[in-house]
């Protein structure tokens, strides 16, 4: 089992930055692809950010791309998204999830289903 626990949100004014982290514990997630989600009041959990075990490739939500990056240090088993420009459109709670599947489609790499341990999830607000 792996528990996520994600920090670093909080009120921030438009254009301003944030950078969540995202703690893992219970095994090392060296080898799991990470993801950030989010959801704000009323919609559907959204595909933020995806890094692999390795932190050698990335992909972001086309909203995200140029204002966001996504990293992680395997060894302190922790994930970030560093979050720049902030829009009041961000607004959101920021969930980070694990995908342990030894392989995994790209065409997956957005979809909810595919992770199998999410954290409790971070209170981005922007403010205009």
């Known amino acids: 089992q792996v528990q996520l626990v994600e920090s670093g949100g909080g009120l921030v004014q438009v254009g301003g930055s944030l950078r969540l982290s995202c703690a893992a514990s219970?095994?090392?997630?060296?080898?799991?692809?990470m993801g950030w989600f989010r959801q704000a009041p009323g919609k559907e959990r959204e595909f933020v950010a995806r890094i692999s075990g390795s932190g050698g490739s990335s992909d972001y939500t086309d909203s995200v791309k140029g204002r966001f990056t996504i990293s992680r240090d395997n060894a302190k088993n922790t994930v970030y998204l560093q979050m720049n420009s902030l829009k009041p459109e961000d607004t959101a709670v920021y969930y980070c999830a694990a995908d342990s599947s030894m392989y995994t489609s790209g065409r997956y790499y957005s979809k909810p289903l595919t992770y199998d341990y999410w954290g409790q999830g971070t209170q981005v607000t922007v403010s205009s």
């Open positions: 219970g095994r090392t997630i060296s080898n799991y692809a």
